[in-house]
């Protein structure tokens, strides 16, 4: 502001350079706050380990779920799988394997 009237700019001028430069602040923060929210809902909704969604992101798009089918004719499937053994396979192998198994059938699944 001061380098603009040292230039001679109008008061008037002065102030569109004013609002550009708070439209241009006001853009990145936006930007910065977008990343940090995305970053957030993926701390509270994905298994940092496996990368697989947990039960309250099931419970998020459900709703969402809910919402859109009120105004939108839409065809939707739901898939829920339960892992029998998964704890015998923990308990023999490791954890390692078992989040590597459940890795494994995440990607085949996604496939």
Request: proline letters at 0%; aromatic letters at 8%.
């Amino acid at each position: 502001m001061l380098r603009a009237f040292q230039q001679g700019l109008s008061l008037d001028d002065m102030g569109v350079l004013e609002i550009g430069e708070l439209t241009d602040s006001l853009r990145i923060t936006v930007k910065q706050l977008k990343k940090h929210v995305d970053y957030i809902s993926g701390i509270a909704y994905i298994d940092g380990l496996t990368g697989v969604k947990n039960h309250l992101a099931y419970v998020r798009d459900i709703d969402e779920l809910k919402s859109r089918l009120l105004y939108e004719e839409m065809e939707f499937s739901i898939v829920v799988m339960d892992l029998n053994g998964l704890k015998q396979i923990n308990d023999t192998y490791g954890h390692d394997i078992g989040n590597e198994l459940i890795k494994f059938l995440r990607t085949t699944f996604r496939r």
